[in-house]
């Protein structure tokens, strides 16, 4: 026992160092709670210093649905339909919810894919929530997946009906058309009008090519309750256009001076373009002459965000800007001269050959009469010959 509570109570290194260890912890926890106001205070005044520098910003993101669309008038939408993934949607749509006025909302129609595409983006999410955005996918058996089944749903009653119900004025615009934020003329000074768009001539009677079209809904719905368009005949546009000029008590456009847009006559200041097939198909009048072309552009730069674009720096050696590739006038100049000189020796060839030819079928004619009238000349000789022959022997025999 005496041996075993020596060793309990004898020191050594480790108990030492145990006991000093605890005698610290002891120590600076005596000690903290002294300087924990003054750890504080400094920490409190670093956060105040960083808070500072930080932007102040605010989104609500607490708007309810039944606000977000009484802040817009339920009776204007701007649609857009389009199956298609293209990577200049969401730009086009956003640009488009910049210009047209703000009581306007917007409608996407699309497939699976390209609703998808449109929506992830964090702009249109946005948009979305506040309520002006809305994208669709069409329930079966709607379809959308070519024009002429786009037509067939603009041209069913049953669309208006149950998927823009009081809704009376459609901006239909496309993926290939953009209105300009440079236009001094409100969408809504068209209000009054039945149908407007851009015209296919000058003098068109009606300016209504719906690819950049302002409709009005109770129009369409009073062609529709007594005619339906038979499928796979005339683009949905013309078909309305033939039937909404001739609408007792319709305004519609007519002529360049009333349009809304261009498309294949220019306008001067329009409000948009649509640009077919995103200026694969563009018309002469509007864009072969270059210092009109950069009169367009300067006035809508919108448009390259739906257009096939390259830099000045990227344009071919002898680039006409006018749609083909020509040569600078001391090349065209020799290029000309050369041109004429190897058609003159052409030309001079020709005549030579057409000489050569006259020479020797005129040469084959003489011989061919010479011989003919050697011929002949024997013959006849040979014949008088015979004659006087069978002349003496008659003779010899008369006198015997």
Same mark, same amino acid.
């Given at each position: 026992?005496?041996?075993?509570?020596?060793?309990?109570?004898?020191?050594?290194?480790?108990?030492?160092?145990?006991?000093?260890?605890?005698?610290?912890?002891?120590?600076?926890?005596?000690?903290?709670?002294?300087?924990?106001?003054?750890?504080?205070?400094?920490?409190?005044?670093?956060l105040?210093?960083?808070l500072q520098?930080? #932007?102040?910003? *605010?989104?609500?993101?607490?708007?309810?649905?039944?606000?977000?669309?009484?802040?817009?008038?339920?009776?204007?939408?701007?649609? %857009?339909?389009?199956?298609?993934?293209?990577?200049?949607?969401?730009?086009?749509? %956003?640009?488009?919810?910049?210009?047209?006025?703000?009581?306007?909302?917007?409608?996407?129609? $699309?497939?699976?894919?390209?609703?998808?595409?449109?929506?992830?983006?964090?702009?249109?999410?946005?948009?979305?929530?506040?309520?002006?955005?809305?994208?669709m996918?069409? #329930?079966?058996?709607?379809?959308?997946?070519?024009?002429?089944?786009?037509?067939?749903?603009?041209?069913?009653?049953?669309?208006y &009906?149950?998927?823009l #119900?009081?809704?009376?004025?459609?901006?239909?615009?496309?993926?290939?058309?953009?209105?300009? =934020?440079?236009?001094?003329?409100?969408?809504? &000074?068209?209000?009054?009008?039945?149908?407007? $768009?851009?015209?296919? !001539?000058?003098?068109?009677?009606?300016?209504?090519? $719906?690819? %950049?079209?302002?409709?009005?809904?109770?129009a369409?719905?009073?062609?529709?309750?007594?005619?339906?368009?038979?499928?796979?005949?005339?683009?949905? +546009?013309?078909?309305?256009? !033939?039937r909404?000029?001739?609408?007792?008590?319709?305004?519609?456009?007519?002529?360049?001076?009333?349009?809304?847009?261009?498309?294949?006559?220019?306008?001067?200041?329009?409000?948009?373009?649509?640009?077919r097939?995103?200026?694969?198909?563009?018309?002469?009048?509007?864009?072969k002459?270059?210092?009109?072309?950069?009169?367009?552009?300067?006035?809508?730069?919108e448009?390259?965000?739906?257009?096939?674009? *390259?830099?000045?720096?990227?344009?071919?050696?002898?680039?006409?800007?006018?749609?083909?590739?020509?040569? +600078?006038?001391?090349?065209?100049?020799?290029?000309?001269?050369?041109?004429?000189?190897?058609?003159?020796?052409?030309a001079?060839?020709?005549?030579?050959?057409?000489?050569?030819?006259?020479?020797?079928?005129?040469?084959?004619?003489?011989? *061919?009469?010479?011989?003919?009238?050697?011929?002949? !000349?024997v013959?006849?000789? =040979?014949?008088?010959?015979?004659?006087?022959?069978?002349s003496?022997?008659?003779?010899?025999?008369?006198?015997?």
């Open positions: 026992m005496s041996t075993n509570s020596q060793s309990v109570f004898a020191l050594s290194r480790t108990k030492i160092l145990v006991v000093v260890s605890l005698a610290l912890t002891w120590w600076f926890a005596s000690i903290l709670p002294h300087y924990q106001p003054a750890i504080r205070e400094k920490f409190r005044a670093r105040g210093d960083a520098k930080i #932007p102040s910003i *605010k989104v609500d993101w607490a708007t309810t649905s039944e606000g977000a669309q009484n802040a817009y008038n339920a009776s204007k939408v701007a649609l %857009l339909i389009e199956p298609r993934v293209l990577p200049h949607m969401v730009p086009q749509i %956003l640009h488009m919810i910049s210009v047209v006025p703000p009581d306007w909302r917007f409608l996407f129609i $699309g497939s699976e894919k390209s609703v998808i595409s449109v929506g992830r983006a964090y702009a249109t999410k946005y948009q979305q929530v506040i309520g002006k955005l809305d994208l996918v069409l #329930p079966e058996p709607w379809e959308i997946d070519s024009k002429e089944k786009v037509f067939r749903v603009l041209t069913d009653p049953r669309f &009906d149950e998927f #119900p009081g809704v009376e004025w459609i901006l239909k615009y496309e993926s290939d058309s953009i209105l300009c =934020a440079n236009s001094d003329t409100s969408l809504n &000074d068209w209000l009054d009008w039945s149908w407007v $768009g851009a015209p296919r !001539k000058p003098d068109d009677r009606f300016s209504g090519n $719906g690819g %950049l079209s302002l409709r009005r809904v109770s369409i719905q009073r062609v529709l309750s007594f005619q339906a368009r038979y499928n796979n005949s005339e683009p949905e +546009d013309e078909w309305f256009g !033939k909404v000029y001739l609408l007792p008590g319709a305004k519609v456009a007519s002529g360049a001076e009333q349009a809304l847009a261009v498309e294949d006559v220019y306008i001067d200041e329009a409000m948009g373009y649509h640009v097939n995103g200026g694969r198909n563009l018309p002469d009048g509007v864009w002459d270059p210092v009109q072309r950069k009169k367009i552009f300067d006035y809508c730069p448009l390259s965000m739906i257009m096939d674009m *390259k830099l000045e720096r990227e344009r071919c050696p002898g680039d006409d800007r006018q749609g083909g590739i020509g040569i +600078d006038s001391d090349e065209q100049a020799r290029k000309k001269k050369e041109k004429e000189e190897a058609d003159k020796k052409t001079e060839a020709a005549m030579k050959k057409a000489a050569e030819e006259a020479i020797k079928k005129a040469t084959e004619e003489a011989v *061919k009469k010479a011989t003919e009238e050697a011929v002949k !000349k013959a006849e000789e =040979a014949a008088k010959a015979e004659a006087n022959k069978t003496r022997t008659v003779n010899g025999i008369a006198r015997e």
